[in-house]
């Protein structure tokens, strides 16, 4: 059945002398991989077209249970305005993909997710000061989704975050607590998010807060793989 679908380009791997294997995000299908043939040939070359982050519309011939499936034809959803020209734009964009990479599942359609990462994609490519942030927020607002949001209730009383439990306990637990220090930069970084206040925080901050959050998702997808972006962005955007 030949269905159209929005899609966020996430991983395209060579395949053959002249196609890619392409794994996408699409709106209607969830994580899925689809197969490219001859799109690397001569003139008509437009892998281009396919790199991580892209949203594009693809005509798919979609079967369930099928592991592979070949697209019809292809175009651009968006074309980005700054994206490609903003080297710590790209940077956060690849966060972005790879942080997918890690928490999607094959063939399980989440469409609040899909328009989520768009919006967010689209949010970046028009924002033209703050941006560093934009992983942070990023891993905030996608734990909301993923069902494992941090409950910080309404004040911070001398408490420790549990990772594990995903709030704030009175009982300290090695490896599953972040010190009192920590556990305070964490609170009130989340409660200036939820009341929408201007919080300023330096370098250092945003790098142990990011670390913060991925330790985070480790504790709550099993399979959540080491991150290599994470160092790109330090690099890249402080």
Not at 42 to 59: R, T, V
Not at 167 to 180: G, N
Not at 205 to 210: I, T, Y
């Amino acid at each position: 059945m030949l269905e159209k679908t929005e899609v966020i380009v996430l991983k395209a791997t060579k395949y053959g002398e002249s196609s890619l294997i392409v794994k996408l995000f699409s709106e209607k299908f969830g994580c899925i991989p689809v197969i490219l043939k001859g799109i690397r040939n001569g003139k008509k070359n437009n892998a281009g077209l396919f790199q991580p982050g892209y949203i594009l519309e693809l005509n798919i011939y979609y079967r369930e249970n099928k592991q592979l499936f070949q697209v019809k034809d292809y175009a651009v959803a968006y074309n980005y305005q700054s994206i490609a020209q903003n080297i710590g734009k790209q940077s956060i964009v690849l966060f972005i993909v790879e942080l997918l990479l890690n928490v999607l599942r094959e063939h399980h359609p989440n469409k609040e997710i899909f328009f989520y990462i768009k919006d967010f994609i689209l949010k970046l490519d028009n924002e033209e000061h703050k941006i560093k942030e934009y992983p942070l927020t990023l891993l905030y607002e996608l734990s909301q989704f993923l069902g494992f949001e941090p409950f910080i209730g309404n004040q911070f009383i001398n408490s420790y975050f549990n990772l594990e439990k995903g709030s704030f306990e009175q009982d300290y637990i090695p490896q599953l607590c972040l010190d009192t220090r920590t556990s305070k930069l964490f609170f009130d970084y989340i409660h200036c998010l939820n009341e929408q206040i201007i919080h300023e925080i330096t370098a250092n901050e945003q790098q142990a807060l990011l670390e913060i959050w991925l330790n985070y998702y480790r504790f709550h997808i099993p399979e959540f793989r080491t991150m290599q972006t994470p160092k790109i962005l330090h690099e890249v955007l402080h």
